[in-house]
T-cell receptor, first 115, second 112 residues
Framework: EAGVTQFPSHSVIEKGQTVTLRCDPISGHDNLYWYRRVMGKEIKFLLHFVKESKQDESGMPNNRFLAERTGGTYSTLKVQPAELEDSGVYFC?????????????FGPGTRLLVL | AQSVTQPDIHITVSEGASLELRCNYSYGATPYLFWYVQSPGQGLQLLLKYFSGDTLVQGIKGFEAEFKRSQSSFNLRKPSVHWSDAAEYFCAVGGATNKLIFGTGTLLAVQP
């Protein structure tokens, strides 16, 4: 079974540019999560999809971040325009829809550097 | 406020020595507790989890953790560390909501 995949693995952009991160969850997983780790700090929750619907987006930092999940499959996280403080590692995770006792399986992350 | 504290940012142990990584949490409801590991260039891998039942939980790679409600702790242990255990370890808490709250991580170095 393929795990959670994320693309790209690394991205270096200039302040003001746009970047789109993609996450492909494990096949059949209804729950998809985005997290972010800013250097030296804890991994923080951004948002949670159940299928194509946003269940919880309380962790999204501001309106420069837009997350979508087309057809309840893969998800994209767009940052527009990017700022220096957006640099960090963006993790995606997925879990089956069997209640909140399910393990979240994480992808390798996308390392974003905004210059 | 909900939070996870990992007081040790960096730990160095000798190969073959025992290991204990500390984790304390603050959570208003029944906690679900997790330990994840991130090896260089890899994603987060689940080591073990506690939802209910036996407070001593066994995980992969020879790790175990003990849930102590009275101390709000969920420390990770391994009796004999291998060089391949060098990685960053994250404690996390979850519950009725699906979002996980992570600690800042503990970076483990293993000396030969």
């Amino acid at each position: 079974e393929a795990g959670v995949t994320q693309f790209p693995s690394h991205s270096v952009i200039e302040k003001g540019q746009t970047v789109t991160l993609r996450c492909d969850p494990i096949s059949g997983h209804d729950n998809l999560y985005w997290y972010r780790r800013v250097m030296g700090k804890e991994i923080k929750f951004l948002l949670h999809f159940v299928k194509e619907s946003k269940q919880d987006e309380s962790g999204m930092p501001n309106n420069r971040f837009l997350a979508e999940r087309t057809g309840g499959t893969y998800s994209t996280l767009k940052v527009q325009p990017a700022e220096l403080e957006d640099s960090g590692v963006y993790f995606c995770a997925s879990s089956p829809d069997r209640g909140n006792e399910e393990t979240q399986y994480f992808g390798p992350g996308t390392r974003l550097l905004v210059l | 406020a909900q939070s996870v504290t990992q007081p040790d940012i960096h730990i160095t142990v000798s190969e073959g020595a025992s290991l204990e990584l500390r984790c304390n949490y603050s959570y208003g409801a029944t906690p679900y507790l997790f330990w994840y590991v991130q090896s260089p260039g890899q994603g987060l891998q689940l080591l073990l989890k506690y939802f209910s039942g036996d407070t001593l939980v066994q995980g992969i790679k020879g790790f175990e953790a003990e849930f102590k409600r009275s101390q709000s702790s969920f420390n990770l242990r391994k009796p004999s560390v291998h060089w391949s255990d060098a990685a960053e370890y994250f404690c996390a808490v979850g519950g009725a909501t699906n979002k996980l709250i992570f600690g800042t991580g503990t970076l483990l170095a293993v000396q030969p």
